[in-house]
């Protein structure tokens, strides 16, 4: 373990679906990101959160909706996902020039 | 606009000899800092080595290290004495001195032949 725990690991839902993925941290890092992973693609930056600044990815569609209460715990809410959503999301979290990753959740749309 | 660029998708390389992966970048910035990233099979992004741009030596971690040219724009990782245990997929990432913000790569897969 990295010190970011993401959960789950693994998860498929449908197209209907709503579903949460979740990371903690621990280490005292006061910036939070998701990065969305697919095969064959750089790594996709969708949402930051730090005390300075929120950033979003204005090509992420509306359906991925983060939600960031305190400086441990980030979520990236789901709801009517498509097929091309399933992808690796990764986690990260940073304290000045460090950066910690988490071991992802896959996703798998159905 | 920052991009990174790693033209070999996939690499192989035999036990304890060295591989050079390739990185080319994009930026019209002047002070940034270049990563080499490894993606093992649980997925979790490890750090393998970093370099400030202000800095000409290049950056050296064990059996890696870079060939860092800024006035080419390239980053190459050489990895020394392959072991079984370096086998992932390797991303090349640029991240700018004042921003949030990382750039990374499409990622070169490394086998390791025994």
């Known amino acids: 373990e990295t010190g970011v725990t993401q959960t789950p690991r693994h998860l498929v839902m449908g197209m209907t679906n709503k579903k949460s993925l979740k990371c903690e941290q621990h280490?005292?890092?006061?910036?939070m990101y998701w990065y969305k992973q697919s095969a064959k693609k750089p790594l996709e930056l969708m949402f930051v959160y730090s005390l300075e600044e929120r950033v979003e990815n204005n090509s992420v569609p509306s359906r991925f909706s983060p939600e960031c209460p305190n400086s441990s715990h980030l979520f990236l809410h789901l709801h009517t996902l498509q097929p091309e959503d399933s992808a690796l999301y990764l986690c990260a979290s940073r304290l000045g020039d460090f950066y910690t990753f988490g071991s992802g959740t896959r996703l798998t749309v159905v | 606009a920052q991009t990174v660029t790693q033209s070999q998708p996939e690499m192989s390389v035999q036990e304890a000899e060295t591989v050079t992966l390739s990185c080319t970048y994009d930026t019209s910035e002047s002070d940034y800092y270049l990563f080499w990233y490894k993606q093992p099979p649980s997925r979790q992004m490890i750090l393998v080595i970093r370099?400030?741009?202000?800095?000409?030596q290049n950056a050296t971690e064990n059996r890696f290290s870079v060939n860092f040219q800024k006035a080419a724009k390239s980053f190459s990782l050489k990895i020394s004495d392959s072991q079984l245990g370096d086998a992932a997929m390797y991303f090349c990432a640029y991240r700018t001195n004042t921003g949030n913000q990382f750039y990374f790569g499409t990622g070169t897969s490394l086998t390791v032949i025994p």
């Open positions: 280490l005292g890092h006061n910036a």
């Open positions: 370099q400030e741009a202000y800095k000409q």
